[in-house]
C-alpha cells in the first residue's frame, strides 16, 4: 500500500526580539567637578572629550542628559561603573538608566 497523501507540514519561524535599549543619563549635582565629570564620561562611555564637555554641560544646564543608548544589561553596567568612579573619589555622580521610547 502506498501512502499517497497530500499533506503539507508547514513551520512557523519566529524572529526573535531585537532587545529592547535603555539610555544612560547624567544627573547633574552642584559638588561634582566638571572635569571629573568629563574624564569619566571619556574613561567609561568612551566619549571624546568635545562629546564628553557637550554632554555635562548639557547635564549642568538642563538638569539631566542622555549620555549613550545600550541593551540594558550594557546600560546598568556603564552607569555603575561611572557611579562607582564617583564614589571612589568622594564624589555624589549620580547616572542612571531607563528604557528608551
Do not use: W
Not at 512557523?12 to 535599549?21: A, C, D, G, N, Q
Not at 555603575?80 to 528604557?99: C, H, K, N, S, Y
Request: aromatic residues 6%.
Amino acid at each position: 500500500m502506498s501512502d499517497t497523501s497530500t499533506e503539507k507540514s508547514t513551520k512557523t519561524i519566529t524572529k526573535p526580539e531585537k532587545p529592547r535599549l535603555h539610555k544612560v543619563i547624567l544627573v547633574n549635582d552642584d559638588f561634582t567637578p566638571r572635569e571629573f565629570v568629563v574624564t569619566v564620561l571619556k574613561k567609561v562611555f568612551a566619549l571624546t572629550e568635545d562629546e564628553a564637555y557637550a554632554r555635562m554641560m548639557t547635564a549642568h544646564t538642563h538638569g539631566v542628559c542622555t549620555i549613550a543608548v545600550y541593551t540594558r544589561e550594557v546600560a546598568e553596567t556603564k552607569a555603575e561603573d561611572a557611579i562607582e568612579a564617583g564614589q571612589r573619589a568622594g564624589f555624589p555622580l549620580m547616572v542612571t538608566t531607563e528604557p528608551e521610547e
